[in-house]
């Protein structure tokens, strides 16, 4: 029997439409709208696919949005200067730059730069360790939109043998911290998980892998995991967006998986959704924070 398609999008649409109504509360509670201010440096077409994606979700949801361009020969000065104002603008309750930056801006700097307060990205060091902690001030995108996925889909973690593909910071490190808590927002049914986090220099990926109930592809490769990495019935979330000539693909040969895995994302339509949904989450958060502080 095939695989059952989890559908990202009405998955993120029912999420926000519960942020619409959240914020609209807040606003009518005399509160200051929240706002979001993105900055885009050069002319990357992802990049700006992505600023404009989530720019109509802010308008959706009931949030200002701004969006601040730069050349594409702006200078890390120049970007750090930009963040220092936007941190001390109290109408901005959250930063987000667009990664990745040209080559010549240091994005490690830029994004230290950001209010811990501000950060919906979750990028900042402070937010980091206290993601590490099991006490975060906001969740990093697109792996709470993972859990959300999950948790939706009536896939629980808990006990659950996880891999993950990828040890980046933005998904795949952050990931294996969420899921190895012992307790999640969503309920501790959705931690507690046995996590193997993969990469390059793993030996043996296909069978470490094909042990696994849920795998996260997260490696930039197109179709890199196959029916053969994965075990029968495995829940299998495809983060990868790669262009090819043939369109976009994931980090999954979604065809094959299909009559192995139980539950599988598409790409598109899949992870990407709920990236732009948790960004809308934190927002409004970082809005809460900022009127409480």
């Not at 307790?183 to 069978?207: I, Q, Y």
Request: hydrophobic share 40%; proline share 6%; net charge negative.
């Amino acid at each position: 029997m095939p695989a059952t398609t989890i559908d990202g999008k009405q998955i993120s649409k029912d999420i926000q439409a519960k942020i619409k109504q959240q914020v609209a509360d807040f606003v009518a509670a005399g509160h200051q709208q929240p706002k979001l201010v993105a900055v885009l440096v050069g002319e990357d077409p992802a990049s700006q696919v992505y600023v404009r994606n989530k720019e109509r979700a802010c308008k959706r949801a009931g949030i200002a949005s701004q969006l601040t361009r730069l050349s594409a020969d702006s200078t890390t000065q120049q970007l750090l200067e930009l963040v220092n104002e936007l941190n001390n603008d109290g109408s901005v309750s959250g930063i987000l730059v667009q990664l990745p930056l040209p080559p010549a801006i240091d994005a490690i700097k830029v994004l230290d730069a950001i209010s811990p307060l501000k950060d919906v990205d979750a990028f900042h060091p402070e937010n980091v360790g206290l993601l590490s902690q099991g006490r975060p001030r906001f969740l990093p995108c697109t792996p709470f939109g993972i859990v959300h996925i999950l948790k939706r889909s009536g896939i629980t973690t808990s006990g659950k043998s996880v891999c993950i593909i990828g040890r980046s910071d933005i998904v795949g490190k952050p990931m294996a911290l969420m899921l190895a808590q012992k307790d999640s927002p969503l309920g501790s049914d959705m931690a507690n998980a046995t996590v193997t986090l993969c990469h390059s220099r793993t030996k043996n990926l296909a069978e470490v892998c094909a042990t696994a109930d849920i795998v996260i592809a997260a490696i930039g490769k197109p179709e890199f995991v196959t029916a053969d990495m994965l075990k029968p019935g495995a829940t299998v979330i495809d983060v990868g967006i790669n262009r090819t000539d043939d369109g976009l693909v994931g980090d999954v040969d979604f065809d094959s998986a299909l009559d192995v895995a139980s539950h599988i994302t598409p790409v598109p339509g899949g992870v990407g959704p709920l990236t732009v949904t948790i960004l809308l989450e934190n927002t409004l958060k970082a809005a809460q924070l900022n009127q409480a502080s």
